[in-house]
């Protein structure tokens, strides 16, 4: 067996727990083990709305605005605003909302947007997913008072939390009572403490009439819907990067340039890579120009396009694309023309 296949075998183990790791190894002598408690421990950070979980710390907004400008502004905006790329994070409550604990705009159908803070019912939801999952080209980088003094700024650009706070494990539970959205969970699910009824998850698994093929979603906007409010793409939006689907002339028409389009939005190619200038990733006639000398080229970076990678325009890791080969050839195509270049 390969020390990869070990290795993942003991990570399934350890999430299977110490008595399924024992059954294994009574059936398959000398593979796998019990997990460590340094090993637990390092899956074992989930921080649960009760705050159980919450490793002692404190941060600042002075502090979060630090972290947040060096490594968070260039996906999430300067004033959690979003960019081009990613969804806002702040915005759309108001200190009524704080003191009332639900935010009036949810209701709101004429308000273009719903932003975290709008939704977030439990502080401890922020507190986990940042110290999991971000940065995002860095996840589970940032030490637990980076992650309160995050968590602490992104509060005070919501005008949750006062300038000079300092937000800690001694103090969360308070300003979980603060927050805009605090009584907006609702528990007819049965999936939170103190549920009236049953939760609907006791059923058995259908394993009939099941597809031969994986499904594939595709969602379009109909021929005689184009651009029947005007081009959705040039539309103003109030709140954060939403783009609308280009539906202007150029959109209608069935050639390649059509195509291509269609292909650059469905694959959110676009989010991370602007025609001339760059987003998160490098710009597409950048690209087009650092290749241009290449005899390979279109294999080349179709095989790019699909597989991703890094280290070539920075540490921003691109993941790899779920499109087919033809589509990744037409991207590379044009890319390989110069990418509209004049």
């Known amino acids: ?53 919450l490793p002692p710390g404190r941060g600042s907004v002075a502090q979060g605005q630090v972290i947040w400008e060096a490594k968070c502004a260039s996906c999430h905006g300067v004033f959690g605003e979003s960019n081009s790329t990613f969804f806002p994070i702040v915005g759309g409550t108001t200190a009524d909302d704080v003191n009332t604990g639900r935010v009036a705009r949810l209701t709101d159908r004429a308000y273009p947007s719903r932003t975290t803070l709008m939704k977030l019912p439990t502080l401890s939801t922020l507190w986990d997913y940042i110290h999991r999952a971000m940065p995002w080209n860095e996840p589970k980088s940032l030490k637990p008072d980076e992650v309160y003094a995050v968590t602490a700024y992104i509060l005070n650009l919501g005008g949750v939390l006062p300038d000079d706070f300092v937000l800690s494990d001694a103090n969360v539970r308070q300003v979980q009572q603060r927050l805009p959205n605090r009584n907006g969970m609702r528990s007819e699910h049965a999936l939170w403490p103190g549920a009236q009824r049953k939760p609907d998850v006791a059923d058995t698994a259908c394993m009939q009439d099941c597809l031969s093929a994986a499904p594939r979603v595709v969602s379009s906007l109909p021929d005689f819907a184009r651009n029947a409010h005007g081009n959705l793409a040039e539309q103003n939006r109030l709140v954060g990067a939403q783009r609308g689907q280009n539906t202007g002339p150029a959109a209608t028409s069935d050639s390649a340039d059509a195509q291509l389009k269609d292909l650059l939005t469905r694959h959110n190619c676009s989010a991370c890579h602007g025609v001339d200038n760059r987003i998160v990733g490098p710009s597409f006639r950048e690209v ?28 921003v890791p691109m993941p790899p694309q779920t499109l087919d080969e033809a589509e990744a050839a037409l991207i590379a195509r044009w890319l390989a023309a110069g990418a509209g270049a004049r």
């Open 1 to 53: 067996m390969s020390s990869w296949a070990r290795g993942l075998l003991a990570a399934l183990l350890l999430v299977a727990g110490p008595v399924q790791a024992q059954q294994a190894q009574q059936s398959f002598p000398g593979i796998g083990r019990d997990a460590t408690p340094r090993e637990i421990a390092a899956w074992d950070i989930d921080v649960r709305p009760d705050f159980r979980g």
């Open 288 to 315: 087009a120009a650092r290749h241009a000398g290449r005899t390979d080229v279109v294999d080349y970076l179709a095989g790019k396009i699909r597989s991703g990678g890094s280290g070539l325009w920075g540490s």
